[in-house]
């Protein structure tokens, strides 16, 4: 994914003034800022969502894109989600999705009503229709938000897989904590992306 001169604004108030951004083959990538500083208007840019005001966002291949904002059906099984976005997708089996149901811990869940879940399991939810296809470059959002201590070292274990796999993955996210885990991580400040200060660490 190549990104060039991403400018948005909220009516009067620049949210980004000029973001550039590679994110290259096999790469965990972090995007890290405070709340509030337009890092996921710059997902949904990136996801296509959104279109910018100005500037080129270029990626090949499959993507998916794990919104912080939920997209589920409570009336509908977890099964049913993922049979669903099989089909949506176009896929002839769902064992990426077991894949990801196995290393999250949850299928046990798979007959559940999305409804009964908690915020936790919805997010494992949320993060397996996200990357049950396979993409080649995958876009989070804070993907780890509900998570215990556990399932977020295997959200990292599931990340680290696409990557070994020479997959790009976006990891957006206003915990500095997390850079350590990451292969090359950027800031969003005023606008712009640029290398974390020594504070961030």
């Given at each position: 994914?190549?990104?060039?001169?991403?400018?948005?604004?909220?009516?009067?108030?620049?949210?980004?003034?000029?973001?550039?951004?590679?994110?290259?083959?096999?790469?965990?990538?972090?995007?890290?800022?405070?709340?509030?500083?337009?890092?996921?208007?710059?997902?949904?840019?990136?996801?296509?969502?959104?279109?910018?005001?100005?500037?080129?966002?270029?990626?090949?291949?499959?993507?998916?894109?794990?919104?912080?904002?939920?997209?589920?059906?409570?009336?509908?099984?977890?099964?049913?989600?993922?049979?669903?976005?099989?089909?949506?997708?176009?896929?002839?089996?769902?064992?990426?999705?077991?894949?990801?149901?196995?290393?999250?811990?949850?299928?046990?869940?798979?007959?559940?009503?999305?409804?009964?879940?908690?915020?936790?399991?919805?997010?494992?939810?949320?993060?397996?229709?996200?990357?049950m296809h396979d993409p080649q470059v995958l876009l989070l959002d804070e993907p780890?938000?509900?998570?215990?201590?556990?399932?977020?070292?295997?959200?990292?274990?599931?990340?680290?897989?696409?990557?070994?796999?020479?997959?790009?993955?976006?990891?957006?996210?206003?915990?500095?904590?997390?850079?350590?885990?990451?292969?090359?991580?950027?800031?969003?400040?005023?606008?712009?992306?640029?290398?974390?200060?020594?504070?961030l660490r």
């Open positions: 994914m190549k990104v060039e001169g991403v400018r948005y604004a909220y009516g009067d108030r620049a949210v980004l003034r000029g973001v550039d951004l590679v994110l290259p083959t096999g790469t965990l990538m972090g995007v890290v800022g405070e709340n509030g500083s337009g890092k996921s208007t710059l997902l949904k840019i990136l996801s296509g969502e959104m279109s910018p005001d100005q500037g080129v966002v270029r990626h090949g291949g499959r993507f998916g894109y794990c919104p912080q904002q939920m997209i589920l059906n409570e009336s509908l099984t977890v099964r049913q989600h993922i049979d669903f976005f099989a089909v949506a997708y176009g896929l002839s089996g769902t064992g990426r999705a077991e894949e990801a149901m196995e290393v999250l811990r949850f299928a046990e869940y798979s007959g559940e009503l999305v409804g009964t879940l908690s915020g936790g399991t919805r997010q494992k939810l949320n993060l397996t229709l996200a990357v780890y938000q509900g998570f215990d201590w556990e399932t977020y070292l295997r959200f990292w274990e599931l990340a680290g897989r696409f990557r070994d796999a020479g997959r790009s993955v976006l990891v957006v996210s206003h915990l500095a904590h997390d850079i350590d885990r990451l292969d090359d991580v950027w800031q969003l400040r005023d606008g712009v992306l640029g290398r974390p200060g020594e504070g």
